[in-house]
């Protein structure tokens, strides 16, 4: 990656991190928080809560901002797997327990690949963002997510 490709990255980065939400009207199906020792980010998210949306995911998906992302939502956690069949960007994949609470981090999954990424410990909500965010930002094991669907969260909605 060239200085300036490296440069704009971490400028984007930057603009990814925020304060933290003031209030409950920060807490909308469209958005995903995430906090930790490393400070705390929005994302702009569709939401895929059903089987057909989990399996198709960001499939063909040519570009997607670096404030975007799509979250999975399963009705329990579980070890679950996921795949790069037909994606066609790299990813970062952020599994998280039934409190939220991030439990892995995948980075750069690479684009088409069909082996499977195992959330390694059961996993209820499934972060999908641009590859190399999450390490960008510093988001890690042990971080914790806000979003309507998280019911007992660690870091509820207000």
């Known amino acids: 990656m060239g200085s ?3 440069a704009l990255l971490i400028f984007l980065a930057s603009a990814i991190v925020t304060a933290a ?3 409950a ?6 958005t995903v928080w995430l906090r930790g020792d490393w400070g705390t980010a929005r994302f702009h998210v ?10 198709r995911g960001l499939m063909f998906v040519e570009k997607m901002p670096a404030t975007a992302g799509m979250l999975f939502v399963y009705g329990h956690a579980s070890k679950t797997a996921f795949w790069m069949k037909n994606t066609l960007i790299p990813l970062d994949m952020i ?3 039934g409190k939220g609470q991030v439990v892995k981090v995948h980075s750069n999954a690479v684009p088409h690949d069909e ?5 390694g410990t059961p996993a209820q909500y499934v972060l ?4 190399g965010l999450a ?5 890690d094991v042990g971080s914790e997510m806000m979003h309507p669907a998280i019911r007992g969260a660690a870091w509820p909605c207000e």
């Open 4 to 6: 300036g490709a490296r």
């Open 21 to 23: 939400p003031a209030a």
């Open 25 to 30: 009207q920060q807490c909308r199906d469209d």
């Open 46 to 55: 569709d939401v895929a809560d059903s089987a057909e949306e989990r399996s």
């Open 95 to 97: 599994f998280a327990d």
């Open 115 to 119: 082996t499977p990424i195992p959330s």
């Open 128 to 131: 999908e963002i641009n590859g």
């Open 135 to 139: 390490r960008q930002l510093g988001i």
